[in-house]
């Protein structure tokens, strides 16, 4: 079972899918980076263009990990909306750009 997380890195803003995965050995870390939809203000573009053209735009990683067109779909939708299915916050921050 995957979720989307947010990273922000100098001043952007990045969307990833991931995993739980437990306890590793060697890092405390418990959760892992399955694949980068990139930064927020492209990831609900990019996603959006999957679903119209599932079949042949949809990445083959997500495919082998399992993930079909009703996961792209509740994605988008979280994106979208800024909730979760699970009713969490998901809001993305679009960053304003400075007038000279």
């Not at 979720?3 to 995993?19: D, H």
């Not at 959760?31 to 990445?59: C, Q, T």
Request: aromatic share 14%; charged share 30%; with cysteine.
């Amino acid at each position: 079972m995957a979720y989307l997380s947010q990273v922000r890195s100098e001043g952007k803003q990045y969307i990833y899918l991931t995993e739980y995965c437990g306890r590793q050995p060697y890092t405390a870390k418990t959760e892992r980076h399955v694949y980068g939809f990139g930064n927020s203000r492209i990831a609900l573009l990019k996603m959006k263009r999957w679903l119209r053209k599932y079949d042949s735009e949809f990445p083959e990683q997500l495919i082998e990990l399992g993930y079909t067109e009703n996961d792209l779909r509740e994605w988008i939708e979280t994106v979208e909306t800024g909730i979760t299915k699970n009713g969490r916050k998901f809001k993305i921050t679009t960053q304003k750009r400075a007038v000279y």
